[in-house]
């Protein structure tokens, strides 16, 4: 019997107990709410890869609670050594989003000398502080992103209030420790009364856009409009919406943005209609140490992702498919990007590199 009220740690897709993890099974949603257990590294790996858990911060934040299952299952003979397996396998689960490394590079952080019982309880500390963070970095995320509005000098005339903002993919509590990234930054607008409402995109193949992101805002009776990936353009020339925010999984030296696939159509469309482009992220989905995004490693995934739709066939069943996950939208499209520390307008590597000091990320 699993219950949240006995959760240590508890957000609205991820549940941690003391010796177990709960994740949210995000494929189910909206019409099911099934909460997958979870009790070893394997199962965490498992889960990250086949979409139970999804977004960049919930995919770290899960990895992170992997490693401690795995020195729970190794007990007395967790080290350094012994976990290197369970951290190798769950760094392969998916390659794009920059927070499951960083998550598991904090993880490893904290092994150093420690074993056994001493090293489980700094790798849990460890974790549950990763979780715990993340919905705080995302309320000031999202104060920051919300103060945008009405500002006039992105590289575009204004974001106007009182229009509707365009997102895609999903970013909000479900993709994160809660709040959200650029759904965080919406909730914070809406609360603010400086957007009328949403335009969601439904984010083909996965539908996150469809099955969470509208769900999501209905549940806070934020007005959401669901659109077909297709009609961005002609939403966005419609002149109802004030500004495109998207969430991002890595985020280059030089402000270049990976995203779910189509955030690069929706900057080039929003370029064109003048329309400013926000990238929201926590600090964790900032890549230094790679130049531009030219260098990311874009996840390729299964034909049949783009051959079914929820399993029902809808194309030849052999017809060749190019299925990659995300792109990568120069930071020259980019109007700004908002973290935690505040706000990077017009990102470029000179831009990413004092904004990263001042945080303290880098010296
Ligand atoms: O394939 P997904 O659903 O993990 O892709 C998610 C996205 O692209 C999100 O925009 C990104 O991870 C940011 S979530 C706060």
Redesign the pocket.
């Known amino acids: 019997m699993t219950t949240a009220d006995t959760a240590i740690i508890s957000s609205p897709a991820i549940r941690w107990f003391n010796k177990r993890l709960e994740l949210l099974d995000q494929r189910a949603l909206p019409h099911q709410t099934l909460w997958l257990p979870l009790s070893n590294a394997d199962g965490v790996a498992d889960a990250i890869r086949d979409m139970v858990v999804?977004?960049?911060?919930a995919?770290g934040i899960s990895a992170a609670y992997g490693v401690v299952l795995a020195a729970m299952e190794l007990g007395v003979n967790a080290n350094q050594a012994s976990l290197k397996p369970a951290i190798d396998l769950l760094a392969a689960s998916r390659p794009t989003?920059v927070n499951l490394f960083w998550a598991l590079e904090r993880m490893q952080s904290v092994i150093s000398e420690q074993t056994g019982l001493a090293l489980i309880a700094s790798l849990t500390a460890e974790a549950e502080a990763i979780h715990r963070d993340d919905r705080e970095m995302n309320h000031r995320l999202a104060e920051f992103g919300a103060a945008l509005f009405g500002k006039s000098n992105l590289g575009v005339s204004l974001i106007p209030e009182g229009k509707s903002v365009y997102t895609h993919?999903?970013?909000g509590a479900l993709?994160?420790g809660g709040h959200?990234?650029a759904l965080g930054i919406i909730r914070s607008a809406w609360e603010s009364k400086k957007i009328v409402g949403v335009y969601a995109g439904e984010t083909r193949p996965?539908m996150?856009g469809a099955r969470l992101t509208s769900w999501e805002l209905m549940q806070d009776d934020i007005p959401v409009t669901l659109v077909v990936d297709s009609a961005a353009g002609h939403v966005m020339k419609s002149g109802k919406i004030g500004a495109v925010i998207?969430?991002?999984?890595r985020i280059t030296a030089n402000g270049d943005a990976a995203?779910?696939i189509g955030t690069y159509n929706l900057a080039v469309l929003a370029k064109h209609h003048g329309i400013a482009f926000i990238v929201a992220a926590p600090l964790s989905t900032l890549d230094p140490d790679l130049a531009d995004g030219s260098l990311i490693d874009i996840e390729e995934r299964n034909a049949d992702e783009v051959r079914t739709v929820q399993g029902k066939p809808i194309a030849p069943t052999d017809v060749p498919v190019f299925n990659p996950?995300?792109d990568v939208t120069p930071a020259e499209l980019i109007s700004a990007i908002v973290t935690e520390h505040g706000v990077i307008e017009q990102p470029d590597t000179a831009k990413m590199a004092a904004h990263l000091r001042s945080a303290g990320v880098i010296a």
């Open positions: 999804r977004g960049a911060p995919i989003a993919c999903n970013t993709a994160t959200g990234t996965w996150q998207v969430g991002a999984d995203n779910k996950a995300f």
